[in-house]
């Protein structure tokens, strides 16, 4: 794994992983996010978008994911002349038994909130989940700038 220090300027679509088992993982994630989000140029609302997402994602893994462990790999993404950053969230949990009712707001199965998906998926331009029982689950995200 690259340290936020070591995200290559050279090679601005490569990726940082982040294994996800701690607390303290979210910090990571969040300010890889934020490495990302600046060096791909995007702007104030934009990087607070991507990073809260990315945060809620990885709080997430730790809450429901088999053992609270995952990855978060993120990286800038570019689309003709727009730039942004993707990020894609896995683990090996127990997957999502019911993605129509994780989606909808005020839905929990550990007794949050139940924002941290839909919450997630208002915020950014684009994302995906693919889930099912036993299987684990993917969430991919992405936010361009404006």
């Excluded at 994602?57 to 002349?81: K, P």
């Excluded at 924002?115 to 989940?129: A, M």
Aim: charged share 20%.
């Amino acid at each position: 794994m690259a340290s936020i220090a070591e995200i290559p300027a050279a090679d601005p679509l490569a990726s940082t992983s982040v294994a996800i088992d701690g607390e303290s993982d979210l910090l990571r994630v969040r300010s890889v996010a934020r490495a990302h989000a600046r060096q791909a140029g995007l702007g104030v609302t934009a990087t607070t978008k991507v990073v809260t997402a990315a945060s809620e994602l990885a709080r997430n893994i730790l809450h429901y994911a088999t053992g609270g462990r995952g990855i978060a790999t993120v990286q800038q993404a570019a689309s003709g002349q727009k730039r942004g950053v993707r990020a894609v969230f896995t683990d090996s949990g127990p997957g999502i038994a019911d993605l129509g009712a994780a989606m909808r707001s005020g839905f929990s199965t550990g007794g949050g909130l139940g924002l941290g998906l839909p919450g997630s998926r208002r915020l950014v331009d684009e994302f995906s989940i693919d889930s099912a029982p036993g299987s684990g689950t993917r969430v991919a995200i992405c936010q361009w700038d404006r």
